[in-house]
């Protein structure tokens, strides 16, 4: 039980390295992350927080992923998709916390909004990194990917990036209807898709091993 915890204190730490890393993406004001791109719009376009948007969409996620299982579903994949409701509700207010610690961040150049976006890309691979680690639970996006490939009999990952590229084109369409223009999805948006994906590679083979990840919840349990 004590292991059990520190895997979800890790994957909680995870999550904050996430939501900051997302919020850092946003600061930069080249727009954000496919995962967020939505939540963004809809955060611009409304009085709801960007916090509260997404714990929004995540509860959609969850609702369709129930739906993707209603003909196939175990015990397990129940327990897997119920999991997601608290750890999705930290993560929105990560996300609002974030947003009011960095609340005074404006790059003056665009030099500065392309060095913030590639901090805010780091931080978000190592969120990553430390989210998937412990294997105890995943966020709503990837959950529903992943019942949505298992329903289509696709690979995750195409279906990984179907399913970014369909979240990007609702944004902008989104943003189009809302307020007449494109708003969140610039080519920072495009920056942070294409690298995430090798930092997290990178950071996970070769600098946040299980050895490393064992120093990690050795320290803070101590």
């Known amino acids: 039980m004590k292991e059990l915890l520190k895997k979800y204190l890790i994957f909680v730490i995870g999550l904050y390295f996430l939501a900051a890393g997302i919020v850092l993406i946003i600061r930069s004001a080249l727009g954000t992350t496919p995962i967020s791109s939505v939540n ?8 709801l927080s960007l916090g509260t948007c997404t714990f929004i ?12 299982i209603r003909n196939n579903k175990s015990k397990r994949d129940i327990i897997e998709i119920l999991l997601q409701l608290p750890f999705s509700f930290i993560f929105s207010a990560f996300i ?4 009011l610690l960095t609340s005074g961040v404006h790059p003056s150049n665009y030099g500065m909004s392309i060095a913030l ?9 190592i969120g990553v990194v430390l989210e998937i680690k412990p294997h105890v639970a995943m966020m709503s996006v990837e959950g529903f990917v992943k019942y949505a490939s298992r329903s289509c009999n696709k690979e995750f990952g195409k ?3 179907y ?18 223009r494109v708003e969140g999805v610039r080519e920072g948006s495009i ?18 091993t299980q050895k490393t990840l064992h120093k990690l919840r050795s320290i803070i349990t101590r």
């Not at 976006?117 to 691979?125: A, D, E, F, R, T």
């Open 117 to 125: 976006l590639l901090v805010g890309c780091l931080v978000q691979s």
């Open 96 to 99: 609002d916390l974030n947003m």
């Open 40 to 47: 963004y719009v809809l955060s611009l376009n409304s009085s």
């Open 191 to 208: 920056i942070a898709a294409c690298i995430t994906g090798y930092l997290v590679s990178f950071l996970n083979q070769k600098i946040m």
């Open 57 to 68: 969409i995540n509860m959609l996620l969850i609702i369709g992923q129930f739906w993707l």
């Open 163 to 180: 399913f970014d590229v369909t979240l990007v084109t609702s944004a902008v369409i989104l943003s189009l209807i809302l307020s007449q």
């Open 159 to 161: 279906f990984k990036v």
